[in-house]
Every structure is written in structure tokens, then in C-alpha cells.
Nanobody, 122 residues
């Protein structure tokens, strides 16, 4: 399984960005997809996650501003980020866990995409 993230960049405070992450491979379904973010020298923290059944969790710091969604095929996860603040400036990482393959195998491990940088100017 490979995860390809896109959509990071530079935005002014109060602006919006949309991150997308597409999973590729012999995938039948993915139990959970989501986004983490990390500041230099800090631990990676959960931003939002969504299950294949549609259950969603957000970090308190992004509730009401960020929206996570998955496409109908459930192999792409998007993160719409509105009302961005300087403290949202981080490297954002896409992840997936609980992969069922088209050959009937299950992999419970986590997969991570390369980070995408979000910069918010004040």
C-alpha cells in the first residue's frame, strides 16, 4: 500500500487549503484513514480520522474548521482546512490502517504517506 498526499502550501491566516491522500495497491477496503501533523521537535498529533463506516474524530483544536471526508471508493481521504491559523502550520501526514486486499488478506499495520507542508502566514 502506498499513500500519496497532495495539497499543502502557503496560505494567509484565515484562508483555506485542501489536502488529499490517495491509497494505491491491491486494496479492497481500508478500515481507517486520516491525517496527523507534526511541528519541529514535537510529537506527531492526530488531526482527524475517518473509518470506512463514516465515524469521524477530530482534534479539539480543529473542530469546526477542518472537515475530513473519503471518496466513494474509500481509498482517498481529503482534509478541507478552513480558517487556518498560524498554529496550524505543520507538516501533515496521511495515514491508513486496517487494509483488506483484493486477494483476501488483512494487514493491521499503519501506513504513512510522505508529509506535506502547510505554511500559514500571519
Amino acid at each position: 500500500v502506498q499513500l500519496q498526499a497532495s495539497g499543502g502550501g502557503l496560505v494567509q491566516a484565515g484562508g483555506s487549503l485542501r489536502l488529499s491522500c490517495a491509497a494505491s495497491g491491491s486494496i479492497q477496503s481500508i478500515a481507517v484513514m486520516g491525517w496527523y501533523r507534526q511541528a519541529p521537535g514535537k510529537q506527531r498529533e492526530l488531526v482527524a480520522r475517518i473509518t470506512s463506516g463514516g465515524s469521524i474524530n477530530y482534534a479539539d483544536s480543529v473542530k469546526g474548521r477542518f472537515t475530513i471526508s473519503r471518496d466513494s471508493a474509500k481509498t482517498t481521504v481529503n482534509l478541507q482546512m478552513n480558517s487556518l491559523k498560524p498554529e496550524d502550520a505543520r507538516v501533515y501526514y496521511c495515514y491508513a490502517a486496517g487494509v483488506f486486499t483484493t486477494t483476501g488478506e488483512f494487514y493491521g499495520m499503519e501506513y504513512w504517506g510522505k508529509g506535506t507542508l502547510v505554511t500559514v502566514s500571519s
